[in-house]
């Protein structure tokens, strides 16, 4: 833990395209090795695929996707007297996105479609529609917290 001050939150700018942060926040994670371009390419064409196949707007249905992949409830390691119990926490508002998206990438890379603009966008089709790997890992998340609400009195 830092002994001088908390790190600032850094502001992040909206995308062009969409005007979004959260749109910006998912390129940022997807990006590798700073190819922003790259990146970009990426979701956005995965979005007009998407688009294409679910008839709705880009952003209504990339909103929608992580509404739908991400976590209320997870597990944390407490350690009480010698054990290491798995207590159910909630997830903070900001963390819930941040593991959405990156479940969202990790899914879609796992992928067998041909480019990741494809891999991507079906990873996003499924998860608008409550199937697929990410909104998988999302059902074990929860299935594992309930499994270990007898622990929820360790709660910190």
């Not at 979005?47 to 709705?56: G, I, R, S, T, Y």
């Not at 941040?98 to 998860?127: Q, S």
Request: aromatic share 8%.
């Amino acid at each position: 833990m830092a002994r001088r001050r908390a790190a600032e939150k850094r502001e992040i700018l909206p995308d062009s395209r969409f005007g979004s942060v959260s749109v910006s926040r998912f390129i940022n994670c997807l990006m590798f090795d700073g190819k922003r371009s790259v990146a970009e390419r990426i979701f956005y064409g995965a979005v007009d695929q998407a688009e294409k196949k679910l008839n709705q707007q880009g952003l209504e249905i990339f909103t929608s996707v992580l509404d739908n992949v991400q976590p209320t409830i997870e597990v944390r390691s407490r350690r009480v007297g010698g054990a290491t119990y798995q207590v159910p926490v909630e997830v903070r508002v900001d963390r819930a996105r941040a593991l959405a998206m990156r479940w969202l990438i990790i899914c879609a890379t796992k992928r067998n479609e041909r480019t990741m603009v494809d891999k991507l966008a079906g990873e996003m089709v499924d998860a608008f529609n409550r199937r697929g790997a990410a909104i998988k890992k999302r059902d074990d998340t929860h299935k594992m917290a309930e499994a270990n609400r007898a622990f929820a009195h360790y709660r910190w």
